[in-house]
């Protein structure tokens, strides 16, 4: 008999995000999935979303990378509670490596633990981790054939955010085409552009992010 592991796989990890919705809707808080490609900005873009929202929120951060504690260390300089997750290889985060981190936090002072998960746009999008929101990031360098080269990613995400676009003029990207192949697989989601050196866009999406924390923090369903 075919054993179906990767079934298996999928349906244990369902489980899991479910506990960690549980545990962290008892203690009012949200968890923010970023994911996207190695070099797209996904730091960059979480440590100007936190100078712009910890007067507001109280946050925390999960910071996945395969090996190396680098961009934990630059949050941990914002003064926020930043736990490193190495996967040692692995292209993603499981639920339950989530979970069990979840402890090193008192959940009661976090309204908002971000997660950066790990540099990919294939394995992040098909592992629930107990997510109230995902975000994912694109940058202009990485070319405008990505979303129809990847589309569970651009598909299975509560907002699009195309970073860079302070080099746009250097790089052949259609932004229309884009916006256009998102639009035809997630229509309703936010399609968003920002420069965190430039800080073009970064005030919209901060509003964005508000507004979404403010609902998921009364109505985290």
């Not at 639920?95 to 633990?113: G, N, R, Y």
Request: aromatic fraction near 6%.
């Amino acid at each position: 008999m075919e054993i179906k592991v990767y079934h298996q796989i999928m349906d244990w990890n369902e489980d899991v995000a479910d506990q960690v919705k549980e545990t962290l809707h008892q203690h009012h808080t949200i968890l923010i999935n970023i994911m996207g490609s190695p070099g797209a900005g996904k730091t960059s873009v979480l440590k100007t979303l936190i100078q712009h929202l910890k007067k507001e929120y109280s946050i925390g951060v999960i910071e996945g990378d395969i090996t190396t504690d680098i961009d934990a260390k630059t949050i941990h300089d914002l003064n926020i509670p930043c736990v490193e997750l190495n996967t040692d290889g692995a292209c993603h985060i499981e639920a339950m490596s989530v979970q069990k981190i979840l402890p090193e936090f008192d959940l009661d002072q976090i309204d908002v633990l971000f997660v950066e998960n790990i540099g990919n746009l294939v394995c992040p999008a098909e592992f629930d981790i107990g997510e109230n929101m995902r975000i994912t990031i694109l940058s202009v360098p990485e070319g405008d054939d990505k979303v129809v080269k990847y589309p569970l990613m651009f598909t299975d995400t509560d907002c699009l955010v195309i970073n860079k676009i302070d080099v746009l003029p250097y790089f052949s990207f259609d932004l229309n085409r884009v916006h256009n192949d998102y639009k035809a697989i997630n229509p309703k989601a936010p399609f968003l552009t920002v420069s965190t050196t430039t800080q073009q866009g970064i005030e919209e999406l901060v509003n964005h992010l508000k507004e979404r924390i403010e609902t998921l923090l009364h109505d985290p369903s």
